[in-house]
């Protein structure tokens, strides 16, 4: 699937995160209408197993409420108000379930699923989530992503036919997921900050013959500059400037 798209692939992070709450289904439509060729969210667990689209380890930041997001059943999460901290206009969005984007999005375009279980590591996130792309049967439109290799190994072994991307943090903490750990890892896909990002750095990986999808570009100036790099996907937080940056038709 990656290959019928235009290089680099544009990747909506969290959504239009820039214009609409993040991980939210009014911020996965905006990013398609816009032209991003696919969108990124956050994969979570509520405390009675099912699967979510949330960033942070609590609902405080994004909702209207307060706690850790595993402590809360699918009933209590959908209650809260996930968009007028946002703006007003986007009163009433909710927590969506990831099934729910899989019908927003359709399955014509890519669905970056990051696997965020990072203060839960144990919950069976990533098992909960390869059921449901079987069930859905759209392995086609998915790529997997994590800080954890232990999720990409999971996932691997449960849907090898779906490529992982390393994500690696910023700076030193993530200098070993940059060299070792990806080099000598099983993965499609190198994902690192675009503060690390470089010209050597693609053209090393493209020698694997592995792809680098860097987070998070949203200048002209950087969009432009990793394209001429030769990067093969660009994770922005506005995907309307990324369009018109690369030049593409709407």
């Known amino acids: 699937m990656l290959q019928h798209f235009p290089s ?6 969290r959504g239009d995160l820039a214009h609409a709450p993040e991980n939210t289904i009014p911020s996965f439509s905006q990013a398609i209408q816009k032209g991003a060729d696919g969108v990124e969210l956050d994969a979570k667990l509520t405390a009675d197993g099912h699967v979510i689209v949330i960033h942070d380890a609590t609902v ?3 909702t209207n409420g307060k706690g850790k997001v595993a402590s809360f059943g699918l009933d209590e999460i959908r209650k809260l108000d996930a968009g007028t901290w946002f703006d007003s206009k986007f009163s009433g969005t909710q927590v969506p379930l990831l099934e729910e984007v899989f019908e927003t999005v359709g399955k014509d375009k890519l669905i970056n699923i990051e696997l965020t279980n990072y203060s839960t590591p144990k919950d069976g996130l990533t098992r909960k989530v390869c059921e449901l792309i079987k069930k859905h049967n759209n392995q086609e439109q998915i790529i997997f992503s994590s800080f954890f290799a232990s999720n990409l190994k999971i996932a ?3 849907l090898p036919e779906v490529p992982r991307g390393l994500l690696a943090m910023p700076g030193l903490i993530g200098l070993w997921a940059r060299s070792f750990g990806f080099m000598f890892g099983e993965y499609q896909a190198l994902h690192p900050h675009i503060s690390n990002a470089s010209k ?4 090393r990986a493209h020698r694997l013959k592995r792809r680098v999808h860097v987070w998070t570009a949203n200048t002209p100036e950087e969009i432009t500059r990793l394209r001429d790099w030769g990067v093969d996907g660009i994770f922005t937080d ?13």
Do not use: K, Y
């Open 238 to 250: 506005d995907p309307a400037t990324a369009v018109q940056s690369l030049g593409r038709q709407r």
């Open 156 to 158: 691997m072994q449960i």
């Open 60 to 62: 405080d930041r994004t």
């Open 8 to 13: 680099p692939i544009i990747l909506a992070h």
């Open 200 to 203: 050597e750095q693609i053209q």
